[in-house]
């Protein structure tokens, strides 16, 4: 049987947020609310037929307190006051693949092409802390995304762009400490501080062991790692954003549009009480963190997700943490149309997918926006398929009309429902981690895990039954095989990744890498976050050519190696 969210308890004192959701007794029965069988949402909620003033005013709905202005606290209809009309969201297409020369002409072809923003997806290898040269790297470099496994590679990777001028999303986890190093140490060389660096890192290692999978160490070191950069970020790079908690992954791995919503925020307390720990305040770092969500098929529901998360983190910015600083309150987030919605069978109604959920992206008030190519179901995109998706983006925002009011939704009646909703349950689940002593623990003992699991087979079952429809796949299907161009990535990539690594191990200075990584261990086995914090010891291993298979190496034997529990 289907579990839904915890059951709502009292409010925490910090929390004023939550309205009642049961009825007078004496209400009369409305005909048309939601009964067995009715249409349901991704998440589960049921939908009446038709939406009107009574299901806000008999709640206690107000403007002032679950609205507002767009820009103005608690941020349900944005975080800026004009939105879109002043200037668009970020137009930031994900690329990577191949060398860094491969990946590096695709970034000047997307910022020739109107991108606003670049976004670099790495390989496996690189995701995993390998160097190119490692047995487990076999088969797998450059083949979903770019390969970087050195200060070299990332000099290559951006060679002719200047960062100075470019806002950098890094979609890295694990090992994200030695790419950030290595974007720092090239940015140097152009003659750009780390104070002048503006982009995001992803760096969110909750949601690798709730959702994703691919990690180093253990929860509790890897957090550790996180807290220096909080650190080191928040003092040396005032414009970076160090972590984009990321609830994309957790929507990919199954979880409902309501799970996505609570598990991400959940993270984004466990970040905030981690910088708390090393003895930040809240104004200090929480302006710079971001977030990241999926943008899926339940056009509405999706919408409404956006909003009851603004709405949610103002709430336990101010009330739960007492940040002073407005910027404190702002939930500011990247989205991603959803990869998992996309079907090899007939490809091309991908494309049909993409721009509905990039239109509720931007009707729920996304800041950047990445959209998914119709083909990635068979390989990394084609320049074709690119092109398509970011002008699916420019179509919305230059020929919709959209993007020239601010929330036109707001004040829709089953918009704010549905908004409400989510909240509420979101909520639920919020209040059930706590309970269980906050999300590292949440996590050690299964929880987020299992739920999404349980989501995940309940809708792969109403799939495969046809009580959830996918065009041309359980209905309207067709039995002709599609045939779409491919990008196929070189066999040369990894013998050329290979030689590189192997030729900067030859002819660097060893006494420097001794150095730097007796210097990186000591700093690991340490754990005042002032003298022996790790991204202070990295940038140095990465200025000494320090490899990144050798960087996590050192994580590896200093801090130990996850294994899945496999909770069930």
């Excluded at 983006?393 to 704010?416: K, M, R, T």
């Excluded at 067709?478 to 990744?497: G, W």
Aim: aromatic fraction near 8%; glycine fraction near 8%.
């Amino acid at each position: 049987m289907r579990r839904g969210p915890p059951s709502a308890a009292a409010e925490r004192p910090w929390y004023t947020g939550g309205m009642a959701t049961a009825k007078k007794p004496d209400a009369p029965a409305r005909a048309d609310e939601p009964r067995t069988g009715d249409p349901r949402t991704m998440s589960g909620i049921p939908l009446k037929s038709c939406y009107g003033p009574d299901d806000l005013t008999a709640r206690g709905w107000t403007y002032d307190e679950r609205l507002g202005a767009p820009g103005q606290y608690p941020y349900t209809r944005g975080p800026h006051a004009t939105m879109y009309r002043g200037k668009p969201w970020t137009m930031r297409m994900f690329a990577g693949f191949g060398t860094p020369e491969d990946t590096n002409r695709r970034f000047k072809f997307l910022l020739e092409s109107g991108q606003t923003g670049l976004s670099t997806a790495f390989d496996m290898p690189t995701l995993m802390g390998y160097d190119p040269d490692s047995e487990r790297s076999l088969g797998e470099v450059g083949r979903e995304g770019v390969n970087v496994a050195s200060i070299d590679d990332m000099r290559r990777l951006f060679t002719g762009i200047p960062l100075s001028a470019v806002t950098t999303s890094m979609t890295i986890n694990a090992p994200a400490i030695y790419l950030l190093a290595c974007y720092i140490a090239v940015a140097e060389e152009q003659g750009v501080s780390p104070a002048q660096l503006r982009g995001t890192l992803q760096n969110d290692m909750f949601k690798e062991y709730i959702a994703q999978k691919e990690w180093i160490s253990p929860i509790r070191p890897a957090i550790r790692i996180i807290r220096d950069m909080l650190v080191y970020c928040t003092k040396e790079m005032p414009l970076w954003n160090t972590v984009s908690i990321s609830g994309y992954h957790i929507r990919e791995a199954g979880a409902t549009a309501v799970q996505e919503l609570a598990f991400t925020l959940a993270d984004g307390i466990g970040y905030l009480q981690l910088g708390q720990e090393a003895g930040l305040s809240i104004d200090s770092f929480a302006p710079r963190l971001s977030f990241f969500f999926d943008v899926h098929n339940d056009f509405f529901e999706e919408i409404a997700k956006f909003r009851a998360a603004r709405r949610i983190w103002a709430k336990v910015m101010r009330e739960r943490f007492g940040a002073k600083n407005p910027r404190s309150w702002l939930l500011r987030t990247h989205a991603q149309t959803a990869g998992v919605s996309l079907m090899a069978q007939q490809p091309l109604n991908n494309v049909v997918r993409t721009t509905i959920q990039a239109l509720a992206a931007v009707l729920g008030g996304t800041q950047s926006l990445h959209t998914n190519s119709y083909d990635e179901t068979y390989a990394l995109p084609t320049e074709d398929a690119v092109m398509l998706a970011l002008r699916t983006q420019q179509i919305i925002a230059e020929e919709s009309g959209v993007s020239a009011v601010a929330d036109p939704l707001g004040g829709s009646y089953f918009v704010e429902k549905l908004t409400d909703e989510m909240e509420e349950r979101a909520m639920a689940y919020i209040r059930k981690i706590d309970d269980l002593g906050g999300i590292v623990r949440a996590v050690e003992d299964g929880y987020p895990q299992r739920e999404i699991a349980n989501s995940a087979y309940q809708f792969q079952r109403a799939v495969d039954a046809g009580d959830r429809v996918i065009v041309g796949v359980n209905r309207y299907a067709t039995s002709d095989a599609d045939k779409i161009p491919t990008l196929k990535i070189d066999s040369h990539v990894e013998k050329t990744q290979i030689a590189r690594v192997q030729d900067l191990r030859a002819r660097r200075d060893a006494q420097a890498v001794e150095r730097a990584t007796t210097e990186l261990r000591r700093a690991c086995r340490g754990n005042d976050v002032h003298k022996d914090n790790v991204m202070v010891a990295v940038l140095d291993a990465v200025r000494a050519s320090v490899t990144l298979g050798e960087v996590c190496d050192i994580f590896r034997e200093e801090f130990g190696v996850h294994r899945d529990p496999a909770f069930l």
